[in-house]
């Protein structure tokens, strides 16, 4: 061992660990950690039957969409983000590309409905979740969420938080387009 | 003048019986206590520094409901661990099961300290080694020059 590279290695390790650490610091800065794996991708859709918002005497539960793709948003007058999504599921809706239907989180009926119609309503229907029952077996934690469900009733894809106009281009058409084929 | 003494006094029981008692803090204190106790085990993912049993957040009292009312109707802990788990993941639990995906979380430390006590050992034994070198014969004499007299060297 000569000291020539004793010397290199004294400098050369502790640089190589910090850069590793940099990069790995780095990485952990960028990852959104309310991005939280959901455990029912790939699983049944939890099943519902729940008032509809409209018309409380009539129930709308998941076996109705069976041979459908379809898209579930939840939703709340109260929530602010949905406020800020709201265009983009407008526009999703007239596409045309799937049929999106809504359920209301732990909100007011009059709340409800007024929201719709002082923003326009991008729902086939909406259900009423009053105590957050439903929402829990979905494990919606933070308003709004949106899944994509197959024709077997499968949850192929979950967004935590707003639909943004690129997830719409990226990952909703792709998806559903695929899931309609199939 | 007794008996109005009396009966002031039957009529302030009377006043009495209006009040009514003081609600429970739960229905059923046990049952609070096992509810807390696992809630305290589970994380809010609404506020994910904080644990279902001291968020405030609406989805932490939603849920500590839930477990309240399915510990009355006799569930186990672990049934109402894998109810949730089947919602939310293992991000709920604050402690991980172990598996493959949570493989790096549990040996990550582990590999971490045995890597670190191979290159201490290493390391040591290498200085150990490096301080054990034989001088020879003319490095001797002229470290004896450069120190001082023989005799002084032969000392130390």
Not at chain 1, 81 to 110: F, M
Not at chain 1, 147 to 162: F, L
Not at chain 2, 78 to 88: F, H, N, P, S
Request: net charge neutral; charged share 25%; hydrophobic share 45%.
């Amino acid at each position: 061992m000569n000291a020539g590279t004793l010397s290199v290695t004294r400098y050369l390790v502790p640089l190589g660990v910090f850069a590793a650490l940099v990069v790995l610091l780095g990485i952990g800065l960028k990852l959104d950690p309310r991005a939280v794996p959901s455990p029912l991708i790939d699983k049944p859709a939890p099943h519902f039957e729940l008032p509809q918002l409209h018309d409380p005497g009539k129930t709308f539960s998941e076996k109705e969409m069976v041979g459908k793709v379809w898209l579930l948003n939840v939703w709340a007058s109260w929530c602010v983000t949905c406020r800020e999504e709201h265009p983009v599921l407008t526009d999703l809706a007239k596409s045309g590309i799937a049929p999106l239907y809504g359920l209301n989180y732990k909100d007011r009926r009059q709340d409800a409905l007024a929201w719709l119609k002082g923003l326009g309503d991008p729902y086939q229907l909406s259900v009423s979740d009053i105590d957050g029952r439903v929402a829990i077996d979905y494990g919606v934690y933070g308003v709004p969420e949106t899944y994509v469900i197959d024709k077997r009733g499968v949850i192929r894809y979950k967004r935590i938080g707003p639909v943004t106009p690129e997830i719409v281009q990226q990952k909703i058409i792709p998806l559903v387009t695929e899931l309609s084929r199939g | 003048m007794g008996r109005a003494f009396v009966l002031a006094f039957l009529l302030l029981l009377a006043a009495a019986a209006w009040g009514r008692e003081a609600a429970p803090a739960a229905e059923n204190p046990q049952l609070e206590q096992r509810m807390m106790a696992l809630a305290a085990e589970l994380r809010c993912l609404v506020c994910q520094n904080q644990s279902i049993a001291d968020s405030n957040a609406d989805l932490a009292k939603d849920l500590r409901q839930q477990i309240r009312e399915k510990l009355a109707q006799g569930q186990s802990e672990g049934d109402i661990i894998d109810y949730l788990v089947a919602r939310y993941g293992d991000f709920v639990l604050y402690r991980p099961p172990f598996k493959l995906t949570t493989l790096a979380l549990w040996l990550g430390p582990l590999i971490l300290l045995v890597a670190g006590l191979i290159a201490l050992f290493y390391r040591l034994a290498r200085r150990r080694a490096a301080a054990e070198v034989e001088l020879s014969e003319a490095e001797r004499a002229r470290a004896a020059l450069l120190l001082g007299s023989p005799d002084e060297v032969d000392q130390r």
